[in-house]
Every structure is written in C-alpha cells, then in structure tokens.
C-alpha cells in the first residue's frame, strides 16, 4: 500500500519549544514524520515575531522535504493604523507573503501531496490558491477559535480607544472565520476540544471534523507528586501571547495578595518569554525566572500551577503537562475549557479573583490535597492523552479524509 503523502503548512518554524503554540506544531510534526505509513514535507513561515536564523532550520527539520519563506508578521502602530483603513483582518492579513505563496505553490507541484494539513488560522488565506494548484484533501488543524480569544480581551479591556480598537478587529475576525468555513472550506477540521467543534458546527462548517486530544509521551512526564517543601505556586507561558499576558497580571495584582493575607510565605514562580518593554508587576513572593532552559524540570520543582485566564479558545497545553506531571492545578473555567476532567477530583476551578486565592489557600495548607490531585490528574492524563491512541486515531482520520476525495483516485 502506498505511503500517504502530506504536506504540513506551518504558520511558524517551531522552535525554540517555548510555549504552547510550538510544542502544538512541533508534536503534529512528530506524530506524521515517523508514522511508517505516512510520508511528509513542510512548508513553513519563518515570521519575525518568531524568528528562527535560515542556518538552522534545516537542522530543525533534519531530512524532511522543506520549503519556508521570511514572512514580517510584526504588530507595528503604522500597521495596526494602516488596517483601520482596510475591511482584513490584521491577525490574518500580518501573515500575507507572494513569497511564501510562491514557496507553497513550489511544494505542491514538487510534493504532489495527498493531504495538505494547515496549522492554524493565518495560513488558511491561501487555501483558494491551493484549490487551484492541487486536488489534495485539504486539512484544517484549529488550535482555537481565534475571535472568541480577541472578543475575550475586548470586554476586560478598560481602556476605551483599545477596546474600541480590538471590538474593529474582532467583528473582522469573526467576518473572516465564517467566511473561510463556508465561502472557501477546508475539505474537513481538527480540533482539540468538543467546544471548538460545536462552535465551528454553528458557524456553518458541515464537513468532517475530528476532535484529537493534545498527545503525551508519558515515558518523558515522569510524575512527581511533590515539589517545594513548602509548596509553591507556578505558571509557565510565553507572555507574548496577550491572553497570558493578561492572566499574569490580573494574578499579581488581584488574586496573590489576597493568597498571601492567609498564607504569607507563599511564592508564586513565573516562567517563559517576557517581550521588551512588557511592564510586569511584581511583589512580595514573586520570582521572575523569565525563560528556563527545562520546562518539565522547572514544573516538577513547584507545586501548583496556576492558570488565571480570562481569554482564550482551544486547550491550555500547560495544564496537560503539569497533570502528565502530577501537579495540582488551579483554574479558570475558560483556561480549562476542552479539558473534560471533573473541578475538586482533578482540579480545581474558580473564576473570581475571591475564589481563586481560597482554592490556592486551601491547597497551600494542605499538602495531602496537592498530592492527590496531581495523582488523579496524572490517571486522567494516561486515560484520556495517551501519544499512540491518539497517533492511530489521527493517522486513520488523515487516510480516511483522502480516500473520500473522488480527485485522488
């Protein structure tokens, strides 16, 4: 039987391995590149705002088929201005290139791929060229529904020029979601959670969708139910990503000095990518470590990590880490959303700066409660996020979209 052929289109070269975004990429990469039934290439954005030095991107790929572009992604005042004057969307007209159109044309007639899988939301602005270039099953993987995260933002935003900024951005995002999902669709959808599904379902997608559960290799998330004698708290997270951003310093500010009134040698430990100029709030108990060279080392040091979103769509990976890992875990409902675990068995929820700190006291005072939290989280990690289930799921959707393609027989 043939190899199916796919083409991965990156949005992103992904790495360093920082924050989510790219650990997401990064793992599609893995589970497809050494699959003995699938054969591979790529086609990557090499952006600004996440910029990998030409030398070592084929380091990066190693031996794979490889094609990528310099795309100039970056937020500039001149071009958030200059799009007010447009009818795009500027999450998704940043990522517009005739260069890395060129380099995907290039990789299709090279490739001749079964399946193009696209990561993310900006690349799919080229799936009318791909129709015209191919008639490969073309695959949508959405890490989230990315005007619900921007629409999120708007309603805590105080500012009034900002909000009424981001409420511009969002209507034009949402416009072009809906657009993509019924004037020019992907041939099927991959989600993370059944959230998502349900959602894109309403916005009128009525193609094949499959809900794929972000994968652990549980042999690298050795568990270690206790960290720092006495317990800490902790978030890791690149701050570049403005739900992050947020979540942190509603964290600091509201809910950390309540946590400490009860507890006063309480820490909280903050890791990942803080962005020049980004004002971070600090206090009694905060430690900075910025980027750490081991994220799983740096999460089995501490006890709970926190997750304060407010915005977001999708799945927070660093949760599935940190239960893989067997830590507590404290969270908003939004910041848990696709995680189908159950608040008070494997983690706690609480969404209101008064409920957060008394779920974050409540563990810090009682050890016995941290470990068996982090021992239920890590039998729903091995039950539910399991690298070869959802591997076989995923490669069986891929085949199963590609032999429905009546141009690809």
Same mark, same amino acid.
Do not use: C, K, N, V
């Given at each position: 039987m043939e190899r199916l052929r796919v083409l991965l289109v990156h949005p992103r070269v992904p790495y360093p391995i920082h924050?989510? +975004?790219?650990?997401s990429v990064w793992n599609m990469l893995q589970m497809l590149r050494h699959d003995p039934e699938v054969v591979c290439s790529v086609v990557a954005m090499n952006t600004q705002r996440h910029w990998v030095e030409? &030398?070592?991107?084929?380091?990066i790929y190693e031996s794979l088929p490889l094609w990528w572009a310099a795309v100039d992604n970056r937020i500039t005042p001149w071009g958030a201005l200059k799009n007010l004057l447009e009818r795009e969307s500027y999450h998704v007209s940043r990522f517009q290139s005739k260069e890395f159109a060129s380099k995907l044309k290039e990789a299709i007639q090279q490739f001749d791929p079964d399946v193009v899988l696209i990561e993310g939301l900006p690349p799919?602005?080229?799936i009318r060229s791909l129709r015209q270039?191919?008639?490969?099953t073309i695959i949508y993987r959405a890490h989230n529904i990315e005007h619900r995260i921007w629409q999120r933002l708007m309603h805590q935003e105080r500012n009034f020029l900002k909000r009424r900024y981001l409420q511009i951005q969002v209507t034009r995002l949402q416009r072009y979601e809906i657009e993509m999902l019924t004037s020019f669709p992907p041939d099927s959808i991959i989600t993370f959670t059944y959230?998502?599904? &349900?959602s894109l379902r309403e916005f009128g997608f009525n193609r094949p969708i499959l809900v794929k559960p972000f994968p652990i290799r549980l042999e690298e998330y050795k568990p270690c139910f206790w960290g720092e004698s006495p317990p800490s708290l902790f978030h890791i997270g690149s701050l570049q990503w403005t739900p992050n951003a947020d979540a942190v310093v509603w964290f600091i500010e509201e809910i950390f000095p309540l946590v400490r009134r009860q507890v006063p040698?309480?820490?909280f430990h903050l890791a990942g990518y803080i962005p020049p100029g980004f004002h971070l709030p600090t206090g009694d108990g905060v430690v900075v470590h910025g980027v750490v060279p081991d994220a799983r080392a740096f999460m089995r040091e501490r006890s709970i990590l926190v997750v304060p979103l407010r915005a977001g769509s999708g799945i927070r990976v660093k949760i599935i880490?940190?239960?893989?890992? +067997?830590k507590a875990v404290v969270s908003t409902r939004i910041g848990a959303e696709g995680i189908t675990c159950r608040s008070g068995e494997h983690l706690l929820l609480a969404d209101s700066a008064e409920e957060f700190a008394a779920a974050v006291v409540e563990l810090l005072r009682n050890p016995t409660?941290?470990?068996q939290l982090g021992k239920n989280a890590r039998q729903y990690i091995e039950q539910h996020h399991n690298w070869e289930q959802v591997q076989r799921d995923f490669v069986e959707f891929l085949k199963h979209v590609a032999e429905q393609n009546p141009k690809r027989r």
């Open positions: 924050d989510a +975004g790219a650990l030409p &030398q070592d991107i084929a380091h799919t602005q080229y270039w191919t008639s490969a959230e998502d599904a &349900q040698h309480a820490t880490e940190a239960m893989a890992l +067997g409660r941290i470990e």
